[in-house]
């Protein structure tokens, strides 16, 4: 199913794929050395340095339905990815990977809509691999290498691709529900006083569980508040 493109330096596989993916097929992975212009969520900058794993996947979904369920399903599967080496990540609400509470792995997703109609989601994922001096970067952070583990970067992309596609169908005909219970086995936080942050204001409660629809649910002073979007801070 996964059809990979190497590239050595790009700006951004996200740019690369949103500049080509009228033709290219769903599935199409691209994957790059290094990156001039890695980005994050909320604008930030991803340093991409090699010796780090950097790939973007173009999906062509037909329906919009759980569309913000995918990077819950990525994020899963890289913890299984990481798993298949020995490593026991954690997933940090919506789709951070961490280990040992520090960052290993971003996803970020990005939809490209004409006329309302959804063309495509593309969605990059880095890992640290092989990097060293990335102790903070924004928050706390770790590497394969840290962890001492010595892994082939493209055999690691293909067994978290292989898990993605393992799971998407059903995600999408049936939405966070069939990865849940999963999900939530690798969710740290549950019972732990948690802020969220989003662009323009901060929340603070308790971690209560993931909604089936993949929504954290935070209990705070005033209630219980449903959280679409952010950034939680353990
Ligand atoms: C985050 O944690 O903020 C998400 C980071 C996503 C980084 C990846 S690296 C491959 C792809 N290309 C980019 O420019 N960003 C994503």
């Known amino acids: 199913m996964t059809h990979l493109l190497h590239v050595g330096e790009v700006d951004s596989t996200q740019n690369y794929l949103k500049a080509q993916f009228v033709g290219l097929a769903h599935g199409t992975v691209v994957q790059a050395d290094c990156q001039t212009a890695g980005r994050g969520r909320f604008d930030r900058t991803w340093i991409s340095n090699e010796g780090g794993l950097y790939f973007s996947v173009l999906l ?3 329906k919009t339905d759980f569309l913000h369920n995918l990077t819950q399903l990525m994020a899963l599967s890289v913890c299984r990815g990481l798993e298949m080496l020995g490593v026991h990540p954690n997933l940090k609400w919506p789709n951070d990977v961490q280990v ?19 063309q495509a989601v593309i969605m990059g994922v880095g890992i640290n691999v092989e990097q060293e001096g990335l102790t903070h970067v924004g928050q706390p952070a770790t590497s394969l290498k840290y962890l001492h583990i010595n892994t082939d970067k493209i055999a690691l992309l293909h067994t978290i691709m292989d898990f993605f596609w393992r799971d998407y169908e059903a995600l999408m005909a049936h939405g966070f529900e069939t990865l849940r219970d999963d999900y939530l086995k690798r969710f740290a936080a549950i019972g732990k006083e948690v802020t969220v942050k989003n662009v323009d204001k901060q929340i603070c409660g308790i971690a209560q569980d993931i909604s089936p629809r993949g929504t954290l649910l935070l209990q705070t002073p005033q209630g219980q508040e449903e959280i679409y979007i952010g950034d939680l801070m353990v």
Do not use: V, Y
Not at 100 to 118: H, P, Q
């Open 100 to 118: 040992d509470g520090r960052k290993i792995c971003g996803i970020l997703s990005e939809t490209i809509f004409t006329a309302n109609k959804l």
């Open 60 to 62: 062509k979904p037909t």
